[in-house]
């Protein structure tokens, strides 16, 4: 399925509301929160294809729509893109809500924990038990995350280091010290903000690497 503009749109902005809301978003919601340029039956259509196209889904006992993995992953390679082009544009690197790890010489920082436990997935004690289980997979694993990509950002079952689909992970290689390799991560729920953190990412790595020094 190819998009088309205002399909990309209407993902978008689908996206960041339920990013930000953490409920399923509906058409009337788009309507009245946004001045767009066409009927609330067209915002309806166009959120039926995305759904047909495996981009968006309606849980069962809601009205709305909520992001699929495919969802985010059309959102994040156009976040990974504007990266790329404008590598300027960082916001505050103390200004993250999820969890940030580090990893160098198999000694792990972990830090953020009071921000990531306070988003409202983490209310269900089965999410916080899958999510320690999923850091552990984490920790396991690191050292093949990376697939020969210096930054990668894996979302929900694109994770290949853990059966745990619940979360989402931007992971980048990082040179510490001379000759001495290491890992930074931001991970938290698939709702995680992709675009703020994939520009985080690097600020963080410089963080860590001036921990280091001292």
């Not at 699929?68 to 959102?75: A, L, W």
Request: hydrophobic letters at 35%.
């Amino acid at each position: 399925m190819v998009l088309t503009e205002r399909q990309k749109d209407i993902l978008y902005k689908t996206i960041f509301e339920y990013i930000d809301r953490a409920q399923p978003i509906s058409s009337s919601w788009l309507e009245s929160r946004y001045e767009l340029p066409f009927s609330s039956a067209t915002i309806r259509s166009e959120l039926f294809s995305l759904a047909r196209g495996g981009y968006l889904e309606q849980p069962h006992t809601s009205a709305g729509r909520v992001p699929t993995d495919r969802g985010y992953r059309f959102f994040v390679n156009e976040s990974l893109e504007k990266r790329a082009l404008d590598e300027e544009d960082v916001e505050d690197e103390s200004d993250f809500s999820d969890l940030v790890l580090a990893y160098h010489r198999n000694i792990l920082w972990k830090e953020g924990w009071e921000h990531l436990l306070q988003e409202p997935e983490f209310t269900r004690a089965e999410l916080r038990g899958n999510f320690t289980k999923f850091l552990l997979d984490v920790e396991q694993n690191i050292e093949r995350a990376l697939e020969g990509e210096r930054l990668q950002v894996y979302i929900g079952r694109e994770n290949p280091f853990s059966r745990i689909v619940d979360f989402s992970m931007i992971v980048c290689e990082c040179d510490f010290a001379k000759g001495q390799n290491g890992f930074v991560a931001i991970v938290g729920p698939k709702r995680m903000r992709y675009h703020k953190n994939i520009r985080l990412i690097q600020p963080l790595v410089d963080i860590w690497k001036k921990r280091l020094k001292r």
